[in-house]
């Protein structure tokens, strides 16, 4: 098995965080979005993976691909760096890593993170995640039969075909087969509003009498925004929590401070005179001095006194001082 993973854009909407990092390697209660994404994908599969192929931007940079092949090591597989330095949509980028795609694959967009509990089918040609949506005209949905088979796919429906919304992750049974037919939209051209997409493969796929079926996750984060990603990242400290995963690192150094569950609280933090939680991830090396904090999420080396924060986003070797409450400030960021 491998994981096919497009992540070639760093991310507008979540500026300034993705100005110095990629979206994907963004933390989500202490570990990098990208990560989580592919461990939870090797659990729901419960098949061993082979390699994992990241697709990036050619300026992600050396440090950035050494980072994520480390990532693929983690979990016992090959980690392959491919690019895509121009944005032609999801064909085209999944086409990127052509070579890597061979036997049964997994391709999943590194911005999006989930929970299911279901067991992939593997007869199916191919299983598209998706989840249960109350406002189905803001997504590509997905319209079954009475056999659970996926028999249309619908891009933002205007009148209601079905609430089952496309998550950005999807099995191929045959890597081969998807390939070829990727292929045939590059060579033919075949492109909506300038880019090759993959629901245009899918659907040749489906015309040829390919069997697709759902795998409906139970949640669904986004990692779109500074305000999601707070969300997404509070969520996911309550389910490792009921997990019963450890949050809290040894090496932290609490002085008269009093830490509020779920927390992630990375090494080497040092907590004086203050309150942390809940929901909140301090990623390594952070010192809070003065200072309360909920419902946030702080990088690593972060310096932050005499601050009352909710629903923030602070990111790596920023230093904070001052009576702010909902703030967005990026890497090596000072507000004094």
Not at 119 to 129: E, G, K, M, R
Not at 292 to 314: E, F, G, P, R, Y
Request: proline share 4%; hydrophobic share 40%.
């Amino acid at each position: 098995m491998k994981i096919i993973v497009p992540m070639a854009g760093r991310g507008s909407r979540l500026r300034p965080h993705t100005l110095t990092i990629p979206k994907p390697l963004i933390p989500i209660a202490g570990k990098p979005i990208v990560h989580r994404l592919v461990e939870d994908i090797a659990g729901v599969i419960d098949q061993k993976i082979d390699e994992i192929a990241f697709i990036i931007h050619e300026s992600f940079g050396k440090p950035v691909e050494k980072d994520l092949v480390a990532i693929a090591e983690k979990l016992g597989s090959k980690g392959t760096i491919y690019y895509q330095n121009e944005a032609l949509g999801t064909a085209h980028a999944i086409m990127c890593a052509k070579e890597s795609m061979s036997g049964p694959i997994v391709v999943a967009y590194a911005d999006t993170l989930f929970r299911a509990d279901f067991t992939l089918d593997t007869t199916a040609d191919s299983v598209i995640w998706v989840k249960q949506v109350e406002d189905p005209s803001a997504f590509g949905v997905v319209q079954l039969n009475e056999n659970n088979q996926i028999v249309d796919f619908v891009e933002k429906p205007t009148a209601f075909v079905s609430d089952l919304a496309i998550i950005g992750i999807y099995y191929f049974k045959s890597g081969e087969t998807l390939r070829a037919e990727l292929q045939y939209l590059l060579d033919n051209n075949v492109v909506k509003g300038g880019e090759y997409q993959l629901t245009d493969g899918l659907e040749n796929m489906k015309q040829k009498g390919l069997k697709f079926v759902p795998g409906k996750v139970d949640e669904w984060m986004d990692c779109g925004n500074k305000d999601v990603t707070v969300e997404t990242n509070t969520r996911m400290l309550n389910f490792l929590e009921k997990d019963g995963v450890a949050l809290v690192s040894g090496t932290v150094r609490i002085e008269n401070s009093t830490i509020i569950p779920p927390c992630f609280i990375g090494d080497d933090v040092v907590l004086i005179n203050s309150v942390v939680g809940p929901n909140v991830s301090l990623g390594k090396a952070t010192h809070l001095t003065n200072t309360k904090i909920k419902n946030s999420l702080v990088q690593t080396h972060a310096h932050i006194k005499n601050a009352n924060l909710d629903n923030a986003m602070i990111g790596n070797h920023a230093s904070f001082n001052g009576e702010f409450k909902s703030v967005s400030i990026g890497d090596y960021s000072v507000l004094d």
